[in-house]
Antibody
């Protein structure tokens, strides 16, 4: 059974950074792209970017180019997203999602809440 | 960026009735391979989004036949037949035709 297990909720100060994890089970992460999506209730869903864990290739939405860094560790079958220079605008739930091909987002993690507050 | 605009529903929708959600894109979602890259998702309260359909009308694995996607170019519809309580949540369309991938603002479905 395919599962994406994300790390627990995070509370960070403005200006700091956070690294979120997404551990895959039931398949090898090198066989699929991993996307990250941001969700704020008043803003809906925003696509951040994807990583190809097989070779580390990444693609970001321009808006998140300097905010997010996507990496993957094939030995632990885990994808990561680091968010830097956190502000209140980064307070959101973040999802990882696998895609078959580049566009079929077929499995999602449960989401992780990041709160940025002083 | 491609802007996705979703219509609203006349909530609440009586159980057993049908509901149709519209989604309009600011640019054609037809790619050079002939496919139309439009996804539909349902996000139930407190859950992650669930893929319902991709390539406009292909149902994802395990998705009920009560969900049917249609449309072409820039205008799309998700029809939910015989709605049930479990269909409640927020529905999102998403274009994956070009970067950055973008979502509609969501359409809430409430069941009576």
């Amino acid at each position: 059974e395919v599962q994406l297990q994300q790390s627990g909720p995070e509370l960070r100060r403005p200006g700091s950074s956070v690294k979120l994890s997404c551990k895959a089970s039931g398949y090898s992460i090198t066989d699929y792209l991993m996307h990250w999506v941001k969700h704020r209730p008043e803003h809906g869903l925003e696509w951040i970017g994807w990583i190809d864990p097989e070779d580390g290739e990444t693609k970001y939405a321009q808006k998140f180019q300097s905010k997010a860094t996507l990496t993957a560790d094939t030995s632990s079958n885990t994808a990561y997203m680091q968010l830097s220079s956190l502000t209140s605008e980064d307070t959101a739930t973040y999802f990882c999602a696998r895609s078959e091909g580049m566009t079929k987002f077929d499995y999602w993690g449960q989401g992780v809440m990041v709160t940025v507050s002083s | 960026d491609i802007v996705m605009t979703q219509g609203a529903l006349p909530n609440p929708v009586p159980s057993g009735e049908s509901a149709s959600i519209t989604c309009r894109s600011s640019k054609s979602l037809v790619y050079k391979d002939g496919k139309t890259y439009l996804n539909w998702f349902l996000q139930r309260p407190g859950q992650s989004p669930q893929l319902l359909t991709y390539w406009t009308s292909t149902r994802a694995s395990g998705v009920s036949e009560r969900f049917s996607g249609s449309g072409s170019g820039t205008y799309f519809t998700l029809k939910i037949s015989r709605v049930r309580a479990e269909d409640a949540g927020v529905y999102y369309c998403q274009q994956v035709r070009e970067y950055p991938f973008t979502f509609g603002s969501g359409t809430k479905l409430e069941i009576k």
